[in-house]
């Protein structure tokens, strides 16, 4: 029995049951009754199988080889790390700046992260998919997107 299928199974069941809750406050649709609520609870029914199986699998004694040692100090899990704080940083931003100008500048960054170093590709394959999913969620979609201080 390995302690860290344990662990992270019950992580995921712990998210599962949070998910679903949470979920549960979205509002029902009253023609389709599918609503909002639908595929966040799907997904938290599919962590949930697979949460289930890691514990069963972990005390049953068929759980894989050991974990490998967790070290900081290696590029990609200190990328990983810079990548979650970008991530988290955006998040805050993007009420306040824009999506277009705060998406542009997180896409650069992360391609800048991963080692890609022609800026102006990274610029323009940036800008192109912003400007694309922006077209995309205002034209077909009919959804607004935080616009900041342009709005």
Known sequence: MRKADIIGGLMGVFISAFVFYESSKFPEDIVMKIGPSYFPRILAMGLLLVSGILILQAYMGKSKKPAEKFDIKE???QRAGIALLSTIVYCMILDKVGFIPS???YLVFLMYLL????YVKMTMISTAVVVGIYIIFKTILNITLPSGFFG
């Open 115 to 118: 080692e890609k170093r022609n």
């Open 103 to 105: 998406s542009i500048l």
């Open 75 to 77: 590029p990609g899990i």
